[in-house]
């Protein structure tokens, strides 16, 4: 069992910066590729960047390309999002998510693990 807790939300300006950091408990985190989400109300969940679990590569939704960047830190069970150039519509809950595999998926349903959430707010 994996308990994921996410950390670092707020309200920013538009053009600023956070960074996300999903806390993993257990011994296994290196197994695990990993995957940021976002909600609205109102919309889908959605991917918005995911990493292997070596850290080696990485993928992004294209709405956020260039804009965000995913790392991890196996030694210490975490893995963080930074997000630059906020936008008013990156404002969403932020969940990150764990699967037991070689590769990140972009579907949410091939995760078997979910942080309870960080609610992001960019205001214009």
């Known amino acids: 069992q994996v308990q994921l807790v996410e950390s670092g939300g707020g309200l920013v300006q538009a053009g600023g910066s956070l960074r996300l950091s999903c806390a993993a408990s257990?011994?296994?985190?290196?197994?695990?590729?990993m995957g940021w989400f976002r909600q609205a109300p109102g919309k889908e969940r959605e991917f918005v960047a995911g990493i292997r679990p070596s850290g080696g590569a990485t993928g992004y939704t294209n709405s956020v390309r260039g804009r965000f960047d995913i790392s991890r830190d196996n030694a210490k069970n975490t893995v963080y999002l930074q997000m630059n150039s906020l936008k008013p519509e990156d404002t969403a809950v932020y969940r990150c998510a764990a699967r037991r595999a070689s590769f990140y998926s972009t579907e949410q349903q091939a995760y078997d693990f979910w942080g309870q959430g960080t609610q992001v707010t960019v205001s214009s």
């Open positions: 257990g011994r296994t985190f290196s197994s695990y590729a």
